[in-house]
């Protein structure tokens, strides 16, 4: 019972912290820092669905940015066409992701290990070449720029996306959404099943479960997460590029993952706030920084194999009598 309080109590003092959090733009940071806190909600969009697919599923994937590159450019297209309708903006952003890995989880899942991350690598390429000579229809090598942002007005109310703090205020409202989601799937029979196919696949089968159906509804929900994510980086960015779909923008997902904690939905967030932020502050100061990253990985794996949110339960249950 005190574990299940104390766990809402940090759920809550989180959240109140990240609602609070731009009305000190003026006063601790600039307003540069509070657009690095918005890319920051959306990428965390992203790394739930990563998280449930390599976390939980044990499904590592170097192609899971593609669903995030399809989403931004999905969202991109019928912004320039002239939708304004926000969320149908994001419903296409996670159809545009949804549909395809409806084929591509269809062939992927069907291997294991070393042949499943190879898979989506092939797929990946294959959508980041397609994107890249797309010509007019993508933008080819420049992408889409100058994407116009959707109005909102509703009677006297009228809200600029341009502005930062309701940019950030929509990014947190669609992450929060992500988030009891993503808590829904873990804590429902769906998620017990992925529990146990990442634990032994074959014992799975053996109990009944049918394996290649849950790998392969795991694989579109993680990039429905990616899409939804994809479109709003788009309305926010208003620029997508073919680097989106690139798998080294994957690999950086899977560090963010690893580094926080896989398995756990928090600990991948927090590896996401730590190499965005050393990205955004430490490359200004330093030309080398992904040194001082990759020294600190290498602390983290050989210290705390469960990632920086395995190392502050740690230290929380050393402070307990």
């Not at 992408?143 to 940019?167: H, R, Y």
């Given at each position: 019972m005190k574990n299940k309080q104390s766990y809402f109590l940090i759920h809550f003092a989180c959240l109140m912290l990240l609602i609070v959090l731009p009305w000190g733009s003026d006063t601790f940071f600039s307003s540069y820092f509070l657009?690095?806190?918005?890319?920051?909600?959306?990428?965390?969009?992203?790394?739930?669905?990563?998280?449930?697919?390599?976390?939980?599923?044990?499904?590592?994937?170097?192609?899971y940015a593609m669903f995030f590159g399809l989403g931004a450019y999905g969202a991109a297209m019928s912004l320039q066409a002239g939708l304004s309708i926000l969320p149908l903006v994001l419903l296409i952003g996670m159809a545009s992701a949804g549909l395809p890995s409806l084929l591509v989880g269809y062939f992927s899942t069907r291997s294991r290990g070393i042949y499943f991350i190879l898979a989506t690598l092939v797929f990946a390429e294959a959508a980041f070449q397609l994107v890249l000579n797309g010509g007019s229809v993508t933008g080819g090598r420049n992408?889409?720029?100058?994407?116009?942002?959707?109005?909102?007005?509703?009677?006297?109310?009228?809200?600029?996306?341009?502005?930062?703090?309701?940019?950030y205020y929509l990014a947190l409202l669609v992450f929060a959404m992500a988030y009891l989601t993503a808590r829904k799937i873990v804590g429902s029979p769906f998620g017990s099943a992925l529990a146990a196919i990442k634990s032994n696949e074959d014992r799975t089968a053996f109990l009944g479960y049918d394996v290649a159906a849950v790998k392969r509804r795991i694989f579109v929900v993680s990039s429905l997460f990616a899409g939804l994510a994809g479109a709003l980086?788009?309305?926010?960015?208003?620029?997508?590029?073919?680097?989106?779909?690139?798998?080294?923008?994957?690999?950086?997902?899977?560090?963010?993952?690893?580094?926080?904690?896989?398995?756990?939905?928090?600990?991948?967030?927090?590896?996401?706030?730590?190499?965005?932020?050393?990205?955004?502050?430490?490359?200004?100061?330093?030309?080398?920084?992904?040194?001082?990253?990759?020294?600190?990985?290498?602390?983290?794996?050989?210290?705390?194999?469960k990632g920086l949110w395995g190392l502050l339960l740690k230290l929380n249950n050393r402070r307990r009598p």
């Open positions: 657009d690095v806190a918005t890319r920051v909600l959306i990428i965390w969009i992203a790394l739930l669905g990563f998280d449930l697919l390599a976390g939980y599923a044990g499904l590592v994937s170097l192609g992408g889409i720029f100058s994407i116009p942002k959707t109005p909102f007005n509703l009677a006297w109310w009228q809200v600029d996306w341009a502005e930062p703090f309701s940019a980086w788009a309305h926010h960015q208003s620029y997508v590029s073919p680097e989106l779909l690139h798998w080294t923008f994957s690999g950086q997902m899977l560090i963010m993952t690893w580094l926080g904690g896989a398995g756990t939905l928090v600990g991948p967030l927090i590896g996401g706030a730590v190499l965005t932020l050393m990205a955004d502050v430490l490359s200004s100061v330093m030309k080398n920084w992904l040194i001082i990253f990759g020294l600190l990985y290498i602390l983290v794996v050989m210290f705390s194999p």
